[in-house]
T-cell receptor, first 110, second 116 residues
């Protein structure tokens, strides 16, 4: 599986948009970009995924660059409950070997 | 949908004892994954199953670790004998479709294992 690079930590003011970047320059043509988050002491939670097009759901938006070498997860109106570690993963499918990196620790400040 | 259910939530045992962790995946999910999480090493994939058959166990640390999936609704991860360095949170996850799909993983709340 391709590897990803994420900043170790970020912070964001409550109510503002949180933009979390991810680099995946060696991504293959049929690999998806997945985002998960892990709130302290809980299991990772799926957020969103995409292949080529930008995606949006009730939790977040995913913006993938045209060359697919990077992506950004956007939490449109961050709340204190969004404080978590966010993982960006590339994989052929969720049923193959999914490897988690170190992720980005996002802190939301009041 | 009760989600992925793991038991026990917490386990404290002494070095040398056998430990068995249990997982009930979401009904209808074809894939089951076992992960281990520590501060030093993060989330590590130990093994995963497809239709109850182990597909990749290259992440299993050593022979003291074994995993089974006797049926579609139950899996165990066993450590025998346990050692203090096995202390970690062990997560089970399941996924609903076969390879080629993009369905996400669904994680349980984990078992926190402490070996003294």
């Amino acid at each position: 599986d391709a590897k990803t690079t994420q900043p170790t930590s970020m912070d964001c003011a409550e109510g503002r948009a949180a933009n979390l970047p991810c680099n995946h320059s060696t991504i293959s043509g049929n690999e998806y970009v997945y985002w998960y988050r892990q709130i302290h002491s809980q299991g990772p939670q799926y957020i969103i995924h995409g292949l080529k097009n930008n995606e949006t759901n009730e939790m977040a938006s995913l913006i993938i660059t045209e060359d697919r070498k990077s992506s950004t997860l956007i939490l449109p109106h961050a709340t204190l409950r969004d404080t978590a570690v966010y993982y960006c993963i590339v994989s052929y499918s969720s049923a193959s070997k999914i490897i988690f990196g170190s992720g980005t620790r996002l802190s939301i400040r009041p | 949908d009760a989600g992925v259910i793991q038991s026990p939530r917490h386990e404290v045992t002494e070095m040398g004892q056998e430990v068995t962790l249990r997982c009930k995946p979401i009904s209808g999910h074809d894939y089951l994954f076992w992960y281990r999480q520590t501060m030093m090493r993060g989330l590590e994939l130990l093994i995963y199953f497809n239709n109850n058959v182990p597909i990749d166990d290259s992440g299993m640390p050593e022979d003291r670790f074994s995993a089974k999936m006797p049926n579609a609704s139950f899996s165990t991860l066993k450590i025998q004998p346990s050692e203090p360095r096995d202390s970690a949170v062990y997560f089970c996850a399941s996924s609903p479709r076969a390879r080629g799909s993009n369905s996400p993983l669904h994680f349980g709340n984990g078992t926190r294992l402490t070996v003294t």
